[in-house]
């Protein structure tokens, strides 16, 4: 219908989820990840398409960064400035476990909502 | 906001720089550091494309530069907001001494009062990198090896600048750069040099190093001072009641002897705990002024 009212609807749903997706993401590597290439994993996990602007993830991974949640450390690449990875910390991990629960109860009760199908 | 698409990466960033103009200098330098680091990634991982055309096909999945400029300036706020920990939003009492002992509970006033004691310290520290540093460059600038020797400070003393930043963000709250300073466009060796002369932070930082030694004499004395006088009439009291019942004796059958007189006395020990306690309660409102003050002037100094 309105092309501005869903977009608007789509920004305001992605402000919390990007942080619970970006902790899913680190916590299903093995290795420690940079901002690009956790933007693509992200991008591929949706067939190519990203759901939510690829720059919006930097300064969310900062702000889990200065919370304790990921930890962070800096290598050099040749590739432009030195790149900062980053790994879920134990508190991360918790946070995780936690949301990815709200998450769960979240979307099957707007899932019943929206069916109709509630007794 | 921004018509047309920049066309290369310095383009973007300056762009970038501009929607940023009125927001936290450090929070601008994290922005462009962030996105100068996308960018170079998504140009290396397209080999052969011309610059201008990932930029283009880069705007729509990274973000305009004023979309990017939105998000940190929504992020900062919200996120910020969402991890904060309930106890700081407690509304603050209206009794002025609970408000006076309200410090105990503010882990800042201790790293505040920490930071003082460190700061001589690192202010020795830096001012003997500093100075070090700058005869050097200047003794070796005939010669070739000046060259290395130079940028070599400069880029320890951003090391310093960053490192110095984040600490003071842990203790005062100030929000300070989580990226070192962005490096400028990819030059030769000459530009880099003459772009970091021309650089007025790398100047400031220097005189913030300088700086920190007078300052830290000062604060280490200050808290020094303040901290083992209050400690001191906090024991005072102990010491006079042990004389009097013979349980210790500081110096064989040597007395301590009290000056003035009247503070061996019941009203005296009174005193001397209300008032040890005043101080070092002040000590810590003080330092946590203090060095929220010095945070702020830092910054000044330390962020672009």
Known sequence: ?119 | MSGSTPRSIDEYLAALRAALADEDPALVQDALYDAEEYLRAEVAANPGMPEADVLERVAGRYGRPDEIAAAYRDTEVKVTRAFQPPASIRPASHSPLKQFLSVYSDPRAYMSLFFMFLSLITGIVYFTFAVTGISLSIGLAILIIGLPVFLAFIAITRAISLAEGRLLEAVSGERMPRRPVHPGPNVGLWERIVATVQDTPTWTTLVYLVMMLPLGTIYFVAATTAFSLGVSLLLLPIAGIAQRLDWWLPWGDERLLFSPRWLDTPAGWVFCVVFGAFLLTSLLHVARMVVGLHARVAKGLLVT
Not at chain 1, 4 to 14: A, D, I
Not at chain 1, 31 to 49: F, M, T, V
Not at chain 1, 96 to 104: D, N
Request: proline share 3%; net charge positive; aromatic share 10%.
């Open chain 1, 1 to 119: 219908m309105n092309d501005s009212h869903t977009r608007k609807f789509q920004k305001e749903l992605n402000v919390g989820l990007v942080a619970l997706v970006l902790l899913a993401v680190l916590e299903r590597s093995s290795e420690d990840l940079y901002g690009y290439e956790i933007a693509k994993r992200l991008q591929r996990a949706n067939s190519g398409e990203a759901l939510f602007k690829e720059g919006t993830v930097y300064p969310v991974l900062r702000a889990l960064c200065a919370n304790g949640f990921l930890t962070s450390r800096v290598k050099p690449s040749s590739a432009g400035p030195p790149r900062r990875y980053y790994r879920i910390t134990r508190d991360g991990r918790a946070l995780l476990a936690q949301w990815s629960g709200i998450w769960a109860q979240t979307r099957d009760f707007v899932d019943r909502v929206i069916r109709g199908g509630e007794s």
